[in-house]
Structure formats: structure tokens, C-alpha cells
């Protein structure tokens, strides 16, 4: 007769695979680091490449690797033998809870109150700016890779056909910006439809390739197109917003004249603060509201499984038209706003990177989470901010982040794939009422 003993013991460690796949990680950290980091070319003074060596550098990353392995290895089976609630302790987890609820309205009156506490450090204003602009294409893009599940790699198209919109109708028609903003959302909708009609039957690695394509096309014809976008040079001269009709500047027609202030730089920096975040919050209260719609819900169904939402009798091609169009509009109104930023755009301002660290920030932040994709960009734009004077290892301390998250947090800081409609308690029925041909 066997005897089985109540008491758990944690499986031993087999330290020759824990050192072997150790090994096999640093020579794979050895073959990278030595061409990006081990070797560094630059031009010299006479046209000639030069360059020298940095092994002493590359030995410690290798080291670093050698033992973060073993160290990642021999947590995750402390953790898996020990289990990860009772790491925590109850009352750091109810207060996790606590906090987790009162984030996003503690997060909002900061923001808010941000051009107050900060209204003579022209930089953070500038970069809340910037994190705001992120915050708002993050939101965009949730719509159709969050909600509907189709994943966009040119959304930086509609970013360049509203701020093009913008400085065109601005520039030649003399048109304000309150004006143009809605035929910039409209305009860059209208294209996201063109693009929803070629992807209709395409789906995962396709459909990325596809909408990629249509991010370069558009860029290659803002450069080519010189007679309209005037090419490399870009536009120019771009008109500001205005408070009512009233100019921001220095005039005796200016909105501090006519309040009796003093004229600051500063004040068009706030009340451009001010206007990306009503837009941001109008795009986040859009969506939400949105969600709780049939075709939030059909977006939500065609995210989870799309043969599964053709038999529920919902038309897809509409779905995902609606999707692109919705979040190319957004977009749309995120590059009005940035080309009357900016005063200036060209298409080194549209390129494929920006789709990506839009995309990153939304997988990152959270698929179909507005908070997590808030929280990812006020991460990743104040973390390259952050590493600045690290300009060297500033994409390699990114990149490493990005990893260990997406292996910790698989599906983003704040996960949110809960459906919006589903029933809270079960329901008791009748027998009768569910014999085959009554219900």
C-alpha cells in the first residue's frame, strides 16, 4: 500500500537545463551586442568611415543576460510553486483594488490642473502636449485594433491626411481651424472607408501587410504630389486656432487686449493644451458610448471570432467599414490639431515608426482597455523623454521594457476583454420551454 504525504515540496531544480538555456541566451545576446553595441562606426573629419570597438561593454550585457536568465528561470519557479496570491499580501491587494478605481479620476484632475502647476515650464507643457496628441491616436487606433480586432499598421495615413486637410483648406482658403477640424475628421473617414473596401476578405498577417501599404502609399504621394503638398518641403505658415474668432497674440485685438492681462508666449501654449485634451476626452467619451451600441457590440463580436459573427446573421463588411472609418476620423482630428501645433508639416512628420509607437502603445497600454492605453502612453513618450540624455542604450533600455512586459503582462497593463453586455446572474426557465421546437 502506497502512502501519499499531505505536505507539498517544491520540485528541485535541474541545474544543468537551467544553466544550458542560460548559455544558450548569452551566445544569442553575445551574436546581437556585438554588432550593435561591440562596434561603432561614424564619419570622420576627412569623409572616411571610422570606427572602434566596445567589447568591455558588450561582456557585461552578456554577463547581465548569463545571469538575469538563471535569476528569471528560478523566480518563475518560486513563484509557480508558491502561487502569486499568496506573494501578495490582502491588504496590499485591496489597496491595489482601491487604487485601480480612483486611478482614472485622480489621473484627470491632474491633467486638468497640469498648465496650473506647471504654467512657467514651457518643456512639460510641450511634452504634456505631445503625451496628450499620443493619448487621442491611441484611443483612435483602439477602435479598430482593440475593438474590432483588425490590426491597422498605416493608421499613420488618416494622422496625415487630416493634418494635410487642415493646412491646405487653412493655408489657400483662409479658413479657421473650428472649421477645418470637422472636414479633417470627415476627409480622413472617408479614406478609411477606401481603405476598409480592398481588406474586406483579409484578415491577421494580410491585413497588416495591406494596410501598411496603404500608410506608405499615402506618404510616397505627399511627396511626389508637389503641386498640391508642396513635396519635401512640406506647408508652411500654418494658421493658429483662435478663441472664438479672438487671436491669441500680442494685437490690441488679441484675447489678453481685450482681458486687460498681460500678453505671455505661455497662453497659447495653454489653451492648445486645453483643446487636445477636450478632444482626447471627446474621443474617449465617443467610444465608450459606442461600445454600448449594436455596433460596439458587433465590433466586440467581430474581435472574438468572426466566422462565429457571420453566422449571428451581422454584416461584416459594414462592421469593419464603420471600424476604419471611426478611427480614421479620430485620427483625422489628432493631425488638424498637430499640423496647427506645429505651424509646420512635412512627411518626415508621417512615417511608418509613428504607426508603430501607436500600435505599441495600444497593445501595450491594453486591447479595448482606454485606461491602459492612456497609462502606455504617458509611459513610453515620457520614457523616451527620460532616457534622452541616454541617447546610446535609450532604444535598448525600450526594447527591453517591451519584452518583459509582453512576458508579464501578455495582454497589456490593464487587459480588458470583458464583454460590454452579459448577464450578471443566471436565470432559471422552464423545461418546457426548451424542448426542440419551442425554444
Known sequence: MTILSSNTTKPATDIPALLKTAFVNALIALV??????????????????????????????????????????????????????????????????????????????????????FYDQRYILDLAILVLTYVMLGWGLNVVVGLAGLLDLG???????????????????????????????????????????????????????VTLAFGEIIRLVIINWQSLTGGPNGVSSIPRPSFFGIPLDNSDNGLAARL???????QRIVFLFYVILALALLTNWVTIRLRRLPIGRAWEALREDEVACRALGINTTTTKLTAFATGAMFGGFAGAFFATRQGFISPESFTFQESALVLAIVVLGGMGSQLGVALAALAMIGGFE??????????????????????????????????????TKAQAISSDLVKEGHG
Open 32 to 117: 546581437l551586442f556585438s554588432l550593435m553595441v561591440g562596434v561603432r562606426t561614424e564619419a570622420g573629419s576627412d569623409g572616411q568611415l571610422t570606427y572602434w570597438t566596445r567589447f568591455g561593454e558588450v561582456a557585461s550585457l552578456v554577463a547581465a543576460v548569463f545571469g538575469g536568465s538563471i535569476v528569471l528561470r528560478l523566480l518563475r519557479q518560486w513563484i509557480g510553486s508558491s502561487g502569486t496570491d499568496k506573494l501578495v499580501p490582502p491588504a496590499i491587494r485591496s489597496g491595489m483594488s482601491f487604487l485601480g478605481r480612483y486611478l482614472a479620476p485622480a489621473l484627470l484632475i491632474f491633467t486638468v490642473l497640469v498648465p496650473v502647476i
Open 155 to 209: 493608421y499613420v495615413a488618416f494622422y496625415a491626411v487630416g493634418a494635410y486637410s487642415y493646412a491646405l483648406l487653412a493655408t489657400n482658403f483662409g479658413w479657421s481651424f473650428w472649421v477645418c477640424l470637422p472636414l479633417a475628421g470627415i476627409l480622413a473617414a472617408f479614406w478609411g472607408v477606401l481603405l476598409g473596401f480592398p481588406v474586406l476578405r483579409l484578415r491577421g498577417d494580410y491585413l497588416a501587410i
Open 260 to 266: 486687460g492681462i498681460e500678453y505671455s508666449p505661455t
Open 386 to 423: 527620460l532616457f534622452r540624455s541616454l541617447e546610446t542604450y535609450r532604444m535598448l533600455v525600450f526594447g527591453m521594457a517591451m519584452v518583459l512586459i509582453m512576458i508579464w503582462r501578455p495582454r497589456g497593463l490593464i487587459g480588458h476583454r470583458a464583454p460590454t453586455v452579459y448577464l
